[in-house]
């Protein structure tokens, strides 16, 4: 893992950060970097994870190694929080109003866990419908 932190940290300096530090959860496979800058902003941030997760993506299948996860400045972790608590709340919406209610459009990741958290609530069920970036989750109430 020493490797692959190496590299994150190296990814890091060639985008000018100086101020930084890096963490690696063994058990859940997650990186997680604290960049200290201005510019790294709510604005850059989604935009920054998505593409530190991507070019690491590719650098670990290249060099044979474990997949891992990306967050910088807990972005992830806030974002996983706010796609469960919205899960919840529209479960329970759907349930109190007995109507289908559609989620906004997510990415793979966010659908998984949205219908994972979902998947032991007993009045409802989830459905993924539409295409490509436009693929969002529908919850039903079980009637």
Do not use: C, W
Not at 70 to 80: A, C, L, P, Q, V
């Amino acid at each position: 893992m020493d490797k692959i932190q190496e590299i994150l940290k190296e990814m890091i300096e060639s985008m000018g950060f100086e101020d930084f530090s890096i963490n690696y959860d063994a058990e859940k496979r997650r990186l997680a970097a604290f960049v200290n800058d201005d510019i790294v902003s709510e604005t850059i941030l989604p935009t920054l994870v998505n593409n530190l997760d991507y070019l690491m993506k590719l650098v670990v299948q290249k060099n044979n190694l474990e997949p891992v996860f990306i967050d910088i400045n807990n972005y992830r972790k806030k974002r996983e929080g706010l796609i469960l608590e919205i899960a919840k709340a529209t479960a329970r919406k759907a349930t109190a109003e007995k109507r289908e209610i559609e989620l906004p459009a997510m990415n793979a990741y966010e659908r998984r866990l949205a219908h994972m958290e979902l998947s032991s609530h007993p009045d409802v069920k989830t459905e993924s419908i539409g295409e490509g970036k436009e693929r969002r989750i529908i919850i039903k109430p079980i009637l």
